[in-house]
């Protein structure tokens, strides 16, 4: 018998769209949850698993869950609730592919970072230079192409050079550089000192080309890296473009953006020196092609296909062919900020199936057909050192009123007063 595949189109569809639904609402096993103003573990039905006696508690990841206690001092529990990594660290990232960023002070050293693995054993020993506050978890060293740059402190009081370890824990590009950036398609860029200013690097540390006539460079995403000219002409001064891992032009220097590649795509805004505020940003694909027209007061990077946009003051999502797929109807204006923090950790729009948008002052969560499956009535994320915009677990830490908690995403909220 002779099949025709377009009658199981359909069926095709909604099974796909009934199996990603279905793994975006999927919860953890345990959800932190807040009951006064102390934090233990519940199931999804709100029972208490791990009794609610720390100050603070994050998502278990890999495992291991993030706790605080009065002191500000960070650990790990496990799922029975045990203490596995002791609560005496300054600060902590949750668990990433069995590594753990910690801060802590060190007599003679100040506060430095180091990473352990999910025992407690230092894997990295606590060298690394710190920001003056907390390194973001948006903001963590992680690997890439099998190499971690980080700054490094080889004494008390030295200043802080950038190498690349690799995962044995050792140096195999020994800390030279005054900055580093990961490598993407085997080059990295690197800041080579005061005389010689910024260059790209291979894999083995040998450097491959120097920016000299460009002012700003970018790191390479998706075998692309953002520069701008270096010219004394204010009308020149400006002007982006991108170039190839060989360091040749690849889309001419004639955009204004401080956006990079994702998913293909790159959001641009046409150069124009005397009127830029009046530009509309559009998209340009890897070979400078105009992929979606320069029609939109903003737009932010491409998430699981999907890209946020505004539209006089209206936010909607927008597909890679332009095509609107959800309305241009939630407020932005007063919430740009909110918008250009989530850009910066690059979380703007859809996360595991949903994004956060605001109605009349207050932030609900829409999924991927536009439904809203979080009312609007919360302030905004909540934060742990920082706004914290991490919900890929299908928890999301929010804001309302004077309280912070986390809700899943069926609006399911995971606290009590008393």
């Known amino acids: 018998m002779k099949i ?31 009951k006064g103003n102390q934090w233990g573990f519940c199931d999804k039905n709100r029972k208490i698993i791990i009794p609610c006696t720390y100050a603070n508690a994050s998502p278990f990841y890999e495992g291991l869950a993030r706790v605080s206690n009065k002191d500000e001092k960070y650990g790990f529990v496990d799922m029975k609730g045990k203490v ?25 050293w100040g506060n430095v970072g180091g990473f352990i693995d999910k025992t407690g054993k230092t894997i990295i020993p606590f060298q690394i230079k710190t920001p003056p506050i907390p390194l973001p978890e948006a903001s963590r060293h992680v690997f890439s192409q099998n190499l971690m740059a980080l700054p490094w402190i080889d004494k008390p009081g030295a200043i802080a050079k950038y190498g690349y370890i690799a995962k044995q824990g050792k140096f195999t590009i020994k800390p030279s550089f005054n900055y580093a950036t990961r490598f993407n398609k085997g080059v990295a860029l690197v800041h080579l000192g005061k005389d010689q200013g910024y260059g790209y690097i291979n894999l083995d540390g040998k450097i491959l080309f120097k920016k000299e ?50 998913e293909g795509l790159v959001a641009v805004q046409k150069y124009d020196p005397k ?28 998430n699981e296909g999907i ?5 006089l003051n209206k936010v909607g999502f927008i597909n890679k062919k332009g095509r609107t797929v959800i ?92």
């Open 213 to 262: 006539k460009y002012y700003s460079s970018a790191a390479f995403s998706e075998g692309l890296a953002r520069v701008r000219l270096n010219s004394k002409v204010p009308a020149e001064a400006m002007k982006q473009g991108f170039i190839g891992t060989d360091g040749q032009v690849v889309i001419p220097l004639g955009y204004y953006t401080f956006n990079d590649f994702k």
């Open 307 to 311: 890209a946020l946009a505004v539209k």
């Open 84 to 108: 596995v990594i002791p609560i005496k660290y300054d600060w902590a990232h949750s668990v990433h592919k069995g590594w753990i960023y910690v801060e802590q002070n060190r007599e003679g």
């Open 275 to 302: 009127n830029q505020e009046g530009q509309k940003w559009g998209f340009l694909d890897k070979s400078g092609g105009l992929a979606i027209p320069f029609q939109y007061d903003q737009v932010f990077n491409f």
């Open 327 to 418: 309305p241009f109807k939630y407020e932005y204006h007063t919430h740009a900020h909110f918008y250009d923090m989530l850009n910066i950790s690059d979380r703007a729009g859809f996360q595991v199936g949903f994004a956060p948008v605001w109605q009349k002052g207050k932030m609900g969560f829409i999924n991927r057909e536009g439904k809203v499956v979080v009312e609007f009535k919360y302030e905004g994320f909540g934060e742990i050192f920082y706004e914290y915009h991490d919900y890929s677990q299908g928890l999301a830490l929010v804001r309302f009123k004077d309280k912070e908690f986390y809700i899943d995403m069926q609006g399911n909220e995971y606290y009590q007063d008393r």
């Open 4 to 34: 025709n595949a377009k009658n199981y189109l359909p069926l095709i569809f909604s099974l796909f769209l009934t199996s990603y639904t279905t793994f975006a609402q999927k919860l953890p096993q345990l959800i932190p949850y807040r």
